[in-house]
């Protein structure tokens, strides 16, 4: 299907929400018409009233504008063309490949993700500004032949027309999901309207002496409800339409990217990007967000910087993920296919004159781009890695301590988590002797002889809490061991004798302080929760070396 015919299927969508709206204020006046001829006057007045109502949203989806604001773009650093001259002369070259405008401007950002905008205006027929946005994530784990593959991708939306309707489409899509919202949030409060008047007509009975009735807010909502499964219906059906060929445009731009870039770079760099995005989603979970809770973040340019420290490291970890492609479900209202597909048919596809052995190039670096890294298109990595930090990150997180270094994050950061520790165990111990929570109190509970009285106020399962005796103690013995080891750790960490070994390849090693390596904390645990409990390993462990 030609843009010109898109175009025409997305104004006839976007057409259809409108009737469909005339067609239900038309059907609510043609009631008012009838109550009001045949109907009792004081019910014609009611319905009347209800049918505005049901008006409201109807007539603010028509009218609901679908313009894209700055705050709908993904936040990002503009990389201006005398500072960043080898990324732009690399994009304006792959788009005069592709034979296409060239973008008005370049954002980088921190998503792993590219993507390309066009503020079109009447319904594409008029062009506008072009943005492509790039993530940094992408830089620092693709080689150049790979980014040339996903920015030949990207300028294919617009050698296709695909990013002139966008405008068009996503306006149609907001204002019919903005309608549905708005039904099904007018039903909810009348739902929540007629609870509320029984509650209260509840109340007023028991003052007087009389029983409760059921609460139950029947069908209270029930026409808004209607209102909104007609509405979702329509936009199912419009999503299918304009997201089957979204997927069918993602297919012609793999090819375009084949053909300018290269079969393998574009095969390689589909394989690589699921591999990326998991890998940063680990990188900000364990590394760069660690010391958030305790307001502080690594140092200055390292936010984003340490995720390509991390691919180095991790490589050859990373290394069987790449032909382990995702296993997608198939929804009509995928706006992507699967991945495993789009590399299936890109492998396909006859190696490209660029990859050709009588180009005499060797490969991909015949198309311009070569296997050296992506970041390396920019002037200065380390400067922008910075500069992205401020462009991204809230005001919040931009007024936290930065740590010196990777390993003092980490030692600060594991310090504070254990430090403010509140396991199941922490809330039992509390309940159980109405003290304060400490490791102290617990081995008084031990040497009391009442660690599996305490066990029965942790969270149980069905199963554990009908046993009793050996069977109980089996059964509860690994949950304690683990809200032990945990206040063991807070109070080892609490005095300083723990250390933390930073590595980029392997999770992090805590360790005791040289004074105290000659005990052995998981030993010492298992000594306490034993069938005959012997505390004297923690207290070994746990007294202080200076005393």
């Given at each position: 299907m030609g843009a010109s015919l898109r175009a025409l299927r997305a104004l006839a969508l976007l057409a259809g929400f409108h009737l469909l709206g005339f067609v239900v204020l038309a059907t609510l006046a043609g009631a008012d018409y009838a109550l009001f001829r045949w109907a009792p006057a004081s019910l014609a007045v009611k319905l009347t009233v209800v049918s505005l109502l049901l008006a409201i949203p109807v007539v603010r989806g028509m009218f609901m504008l679908g313009g894209r604001g700055p705050d709908d773009y993904p936040s990002g650093l503009p990389a201006d063309p005398d500072t960043e001259p080898e990324l732009w002369r690399t994009v304006r070259e792959l788009a005069e490949q592709v034979g296409t405008r060239a973008p008005d401007a370049i954002v980088l950002t921190?998503?792993?993700?590219?993507?390309?905008?066009?503020?079109?205006?009447?319904?594409?027929?008029?062009?506008g500004r072009r943005l492509l946005f790039l993530g940094v994530p992408l830089l620092q784990g693709l080689d150049q032949a790979q980014l040339r593959s996903v920015v030949a991708h990207e300028l294919g939306h617009y050698s296709n027309s695909d990013t002139r309707l966008g405008p068009a489409i996503r306006r149609g899509r907001d204002q019919m999901l903005g309608t549905i919202r708005d039904f099904e949030a007018r039903a909810d409060r009348t739902r929540d309207k007629e609870r509320a008047r029984q509650e209260r007509r509840n109340e007023k009975r028991a003052a007087k002496g009389r029983s409760a009735r059921e609460v139950d807010p029947g069908g209270a909502g029930f026409t808004y409800r209607a209102l909104a499964r007609l509405y979702t219906g329509y936009a199912k059906l419009s999503l299918r339409a304009t997201l089957a060929d979204a997927r069918r445009q993602e297919y012609?731009?793999?090819?375009?990217?084949?053909?300018?870039?290269?079969?393998?770079?574009?095969?390689?760099?589909?394989?690589?990007?699921?591999?990326?995005?998991?890998?940063?989603?680990?990188?900000?979970?364990?590394?760069?967000?660690?010391?958030?809770?305790?307001?502080?973040?690594?140092?200055?340019?390292?936010?984003?910087?340490?995720?390509?420290?991390?691919?180095s490291a991790r490589a050859l970890q990373l290394l069987p993920l790449r032909d382990e492609l995702p296993d997608e479900q198939v929804s009509p209202y995928d706006s992507h296919p699967p991945v495993a597909d789009r590399v299936r048919r890109i492998e396909e596809l006859p190696p490209s004159p660029v990859e050709s052995p009588a180009a005499g190039t060797g490969g991909t670096a015949g198309a311009g781009g070569g296997k050296g890294s992506a970041l390396d298109l920019l002037t200065g990595p380390a400067r922008t890695l910075a500069e992205l930090e401020e462009a991204v990150?809230?005001?919040?997180?931009?007024?936290?301590?930065?740590?010196?270094?990777?390993?003092?994050?980490?030692?600060?950061?594991?310090?504070?988590?254990?430090?403010?520790?509140?396991?199941?165990?922490?809330?039992?111990?509390?309940?159980?002797?109405?003290?304060?929570?400490?490791?102290?109190?617990l081995l008084r509970v031990i040497d009391d002889g009442q660690l599996w009285q305490l066990a029965r106020r942790l969270p149980l399962s069905d199963r554990t809490a009908e046993v009793t005796g050996r069977a109980?103690?089996?059964?509860?013995?690994?949950?304690?061991?683990?809200?032990?080891?945990?206040?063991?750790?807070?109070?080892?960490?609490?005095?300083?004798?723990?250390?933390?070994?930073f590595s980029w390849s392997e999770a992090a090693e805590v360790?005791?302080?040289?004074?105290?390596?000659?005990?052995?904390?998981?030993?010492?645990?298992?000594?306490?929760?034993?069938?005959?409990?012997?505390?004297?390993?923690?207290?070994?462990l746990l007294l202080d070396p200076a005393r």
């Open positions: 921190a998503e792993v993700n590219a993507a390309v905008t066009e503020e079109a205006r009447l319904l594409g027929l008029l062009p012609a731009a793999d090819a375009t990217a084949a053909r300018i870039a290269g079969r393998d770079a574009t095969a390689a760099a589909l394989r690589e990007i699921p591999v990326l995005d998991s890998a940063h989603g680990f990188y900000l979970r364990s590394y760069a967000l660690m010391g958030t809770d305790s307001g502080l973040l690594p140092p200055r340019g390292a936010v984003f910087g340490g995720f390509g420290e991390l691919l990150l809230t005001p919040d997180a931009r007024a936290m301590r930065r740590a010196a270094d990777w390993p003092e994050l980490l030692t600060e950061s594991s310090r504070a988590r254990l430090g403010a520790l509140d396991s199941p165990l922490h809330r039992a111990l509390a309940d159980y002797t109405g003290d304060l929570p400490t490791m102290a109190v109980f103690q089996e059964l509860v013995r690994p949950a304690l061991a683990n809200g032990v080891t945990g206040m063991v750790l807070a109070e080892l960490a609490g005095r300083s004798r723990l250390s933390w070994t360790r005791l302080a040289p004074e105290g390596a000659e005990h052995d904390p998981e030993a010492a645990v298992a000594a306490a929760l034993a069938d005959r409990p012997d505390t004297e390993p923690l207290k070994r």
